[in-house]
């Protein structure tokens, strides 16, 4: 079974307009940590936000927030009020194992903001 | 400054070729990973070494073979090129134990093989 799955490959969204991107997980541990990069054109990968596994709250970081329901293994990045910069891919990915040293990556999302 | 860096960012190479990639990481983290990505964005993991153990080693040709001297430094060398291992290979590197922490990425170095 994948440990992260995303399904949406392409996405587009209106500019000021909020968007999902859609994450789950798959995990039989306790303690995880699941984490958001965005990687844009030119390459590098930019770390967004971490949500724990024992956090009770969503996490945010400033437009972005992360949509944590833990009985139903998903972590989904919310992006409010879209700028043509967050134009990019997106991958979801999970820390696990005994000493936090595995981590999985979905296939990621490729977002498109529409002016 | 840079917390991350791989040389050479760009790599063009003919088939048959033997190469490596280094990485430094400045953080004084412990555990340093290689990810290969493909044309299709999709990650995979190939080696992961903590304090110059390797603890991660992915379905991978033996023609590449990872180097860590110090928990600081993993270097990739890869033998006998071949046009599938045209991708970008990211270095990445992380505490362990600590979940709440992300892996910080390399810029990349994007490998060509003719």
């Known amino acids: 079974a994948q440990k992260i799955t995303q399904t949406q490959p392409g996405m587009f969204v209106q500019e000021k307009e909020a968007v999902t991107l859609d994450c789950t997980y798959d995990?039989?541990?306790?303690?995880?940590?699941l984490f958001w990069y965005k990687q844009p054109s030119s390459g590098e990968m930019i770390f967004l936000i971490y949500q724990g596994s024992y956090d009770q709250q969503n996490a945010t970081e400033g437009r972005y927030s992360l949509n944590f329901q833990k009985a139903r293994k998903s972590a989904n990045l919310v992006i409010s009020a879209s700028q043509l910069g967050d134009s990019a891919m997106y991958f979801c990915?999970?820390?696990?194992?005994?000493?936090?040293?595995?981590?999985?990556f979905g296939t990621g999302t490729s977002l498109t903001v529409i002016p | 400054d840079t917390a991350v860096s791989q040389t050479p960012k760009y790599l063009v190479t003919q088939m048959g070729n033997d190469k490596s990639i280094k990485c430094e990481q400045n953080l004084g983290h412990d555990t340093m990973y290689w990810y290969k990505q493909d044309s299709k964005k999709f990650l995979k993991i190939m080696f992961s070494?903590?304090?110059?153990?390797?603890?991660i080693n992915e379905t991978v040709p033996n023609r590449f073979s990872p180097k860590s001297p110090d928990k600081a430094h993993l270097n990739l060398h890869i033998n006998s090129l071949e046009l599938g291992d045209s991708a970008v290979y990211f270095c990445a590197s992380s505490l362990q134990g600590v979940y709440q922490e992300t892996q910080y990425f390399g810029p990349g170095t994007r490998l060509l093989v003719l």
């Open positions: 070494y903590n304090n110059k153990e390797l603890i």
């Open positions: 990915a999970m820390r696990e194992g005994p000493s936090g040293n595995q981590f999985y």
């Open positions: 995990t039989s541990d306790p303690s995880y940590g």
